[in-house]
């Protein structure tokens, strides 16, 4: 019986190693469009097929007629959720109920999102208040510095006294704002984007 020396099984464990590697830089991140105010039932779909989605939610508070009041969590970006799957995955997010599209780029394909804005997003977004805001043409731009979040790019606004950013996802046209601190921001262009 003949032996198999450490040298003859190096490159078998390399190859499996690095088909590992390309497969997960296979799967990106996409913006899935969904039926209006189903995302949370669309996420539970994505959730029994085992495909790996991020549905960023936030909280509000509302009075009903009765005068009773209630917490709710609401959609960060109504109408999207977020996908990451191989562009082969793209049949089965579309068969799941209340799904209306894959966000597109250009030729019509679906456009990944960056990696660094999802990964942001999922690890730092429960460390700020946030909310849907509207999405803003004009304004100074900055950068979040420090903290959570940091280095994700926005437009400054003021909303009762505090500081707040509108970070935007441009794939799917929408934007969140969140509060932050003056001395965490630092300006990466000039206030007036019309100005000559």
Known sequence: MSQISPIEIAPANVLISEHMVDSRLASHWFAVYTTPRHEKRVDQHFGVRGIERYLPLYKVQRKWADGSRVTLNLPLFPGYIFVRIERAQRVSVLE???????????????????????????????????????????????????GALAGM??????????????????AIMQSIAVEVDASELEPIDSPCLNCA
């Open 96 to 146: 799941v109920p209340g799904v209306l599209a894959i966000v597109g780029g250009t030729g019509g394909t679906p456009a990944p999102l960056p990696l660094a804005d999802i990964e942001a997003l999922r690890f730092g977004l429960h460390l700020r208040r946030a909310e849907p805001h509207p999405l803003l043409q004009i304004g100074q731009r900055a950068r979040i510095r420090s």
């Open 153 to 170: 790019e926005g437009v400054v606004v003021r909303k009762k006294n505090s500081f707040r950013v509108v970070l935007t996802m441009d």
